[in-house]
Antibody, heavy 121, light 107 residues
Framework: EVQLVESGGGLVQPGGSLRLSCAAS????????MNWVRQAPGKGLEWVSY????????YYADSVKGRFTISRDNAKNSLYLQMNSLRAEDTAVYYC??????????????WGKGTTVTVSS | DIQMTQSPSSLSASVGDRVTITCRAS??????VNWYQQKPGKAPKLLIY???SLQSGVPSRFSGSGSGTDFTLTISSLQPEDFATYYC?????????FGQGTKLEIK
């Protein structure tokens, strides 16, 4: 079964750091680009970051650029999101999502259940 | 950055109704639009990619159309399990973005 399982969420004070992990199984992780997407309480989806299969290409949303770092370990079938200088507005459920592709069209076809990050004093 | 604007923000409909949700991009994005369904407390689920291609396993009552700046998601005959929030997403730009969502509620 194709599966993504996020972990590492929790309560952190403003200005603090947290590292999220996403464990992949059931598919060849090293062949796929990956994304992080978040959803603040009662709000819509917000794309956060992208990493290519070989880690050679990385993108960030403006809202997290310079504070968050995406990475992956293909040997461990794992995706990470290092979050520094956290703010209240980073409070959200964080999802990892696999990027599927058909020709030059890209989409997020497999999602984890999410991990909750709460930034509060 | 590319902005995606959905309309309506919410919609009330009955089982069996035909429903259309619209998504407009702030610039032309060819057919680089995907549609997702999300139920409360659950992860999003891919329905449509490349504007009109049905994801494997998704019922054929879901369809997508459009190109350029205007896109639609249509549900031909609403089923009870279709009441959820729907999001469009563009993959034209390397900085992806989602619409604000359309909440489909039971009338």
């Amino acid at each position: 079964e194709v599966q993504l399982v996020e972990s590492g969420g929790g309560l952190v004070q403003p200005g603090g750091s947290l590292r999220l992990s996403c464990a992949a199984s059931g598919f060849t992780f090293s062949s796929y680009s990956m994304n992080w997407v978040r959803q603040a309480p009662g709000k819509g989806l917000e794309w956060v970051s992208y990493i290519s299969s070989s880690s050679s290409t990385i993108y960030y949303a403006d809202s997290v650029k310079g504070r968050f770092t995406i990475s992956r370990d293909n040997a461990k079938n794992s995706l990470y999101l290092q979050m520094n200088s956290l703010r209240a507005e980073d409070t959200a459920v964080y999802y990892c999502a696999r990027e599927g592709a058909a020709a030059y069209f890209y989409y997020m076809d497999v999602w984890g259940k999410g991990t909750t990050v709460t930034v509060s004093s | 950055d590319i902005q995606m604007t959905q309309s309506p923000s919410s919609l009330s409909a009955s089982v069996g109704d035909r429903v259309t949700i619209t998504c407009r991009a702030s610039q032309s994005i060819s057919s680089y639009v995907n549609w997702y369904q999300q139920k409360p407390g659950k992860a999003p689920k891919l329905l449509i990619y490349a504007a009109s291609s049905l994801q494997s396993g998704v019922p054929s009552r879901f369809s997508g159309s459009g190109s350029g700046t205007d896109f639609t998601l249509t549900i031909s005959s609403l089923q009870p399990e279709d009441f959820a929030t729907y999001y469009c997403q563009q993959s034209y730009s390397t900085l992806y973005s989602f619409g604000q969502g359309t909440k489909l509620e039971i009338k």
